[in-house]
């Protein structure tokens, strides 16, 4: 069956630094694009970061451009999201998601888009 696990959440000071992954089972990984969305207490889950199935295509919000990169790895099976210079409004759910496209590019508007979810990975940053 379908298993998407994210690792690599916790508790950091403003400024620091975080590494996500998201390692997937069960289904075609490098036939998806692949996401990280987040939601805070109270806030509606949105979208972070996305990539193409192939790598070659990356899209960010604009609250996180240049602090967050977001890579994968094929063979791996992985989706990384760096995360540097965190602030206190990055606190929230990390959630992984998978997007079956035929085209090699991705979006991150909306969570329905996307087909496959993990169960979240907490990050804290303190002020």
């Known amino acids: 069956q379908v298993q998407m696990l994210e690792t690599g959440g916790g508790l950091v000071q403003a400024g620091g630094s975080l590494r996500l992954a998201c390692t997937a089972s069960?289904?075609?990984?490098?036939?998806?694009?692949m996401a990280w969305f987040r939601q805070a207490p109270g806030k509606e889950r949105e979208g972070v970061s996305c990539?193409?199935?192939?790598?070659?295509?990356?899209n960010y919000a604009d609250s996180v451009k240049g602090r967050f990169t977001i890579s994968r790895d094929n063979a791996k099976k992985t989706v990384y999201l760096q995360m540097d210079n965190l602030k206190p409004e990055d606190t929230a759910i990390y959630y992984c998601?998978?997007?079956?496209?035929?085209?090699?590019?991705?979006?991150?508007?909306?969570?329905?888009?996307?087909?496959?979810w993990g169960q979240g990975t907490q990050v804290t940053v303190s002020s």
């Open positions: 998601a998978a997007d079956f496209l035929f085209t090699d590019y991705c979006k991150a508007s909306s969570a329905d888009d996307y087909d496959y």
């Open positions: 069960g289904f075609l990984f490098d036939e998806y694009a």
């Open positions: 990539i193409s199935k192939s790598g070659g295509s990356t």
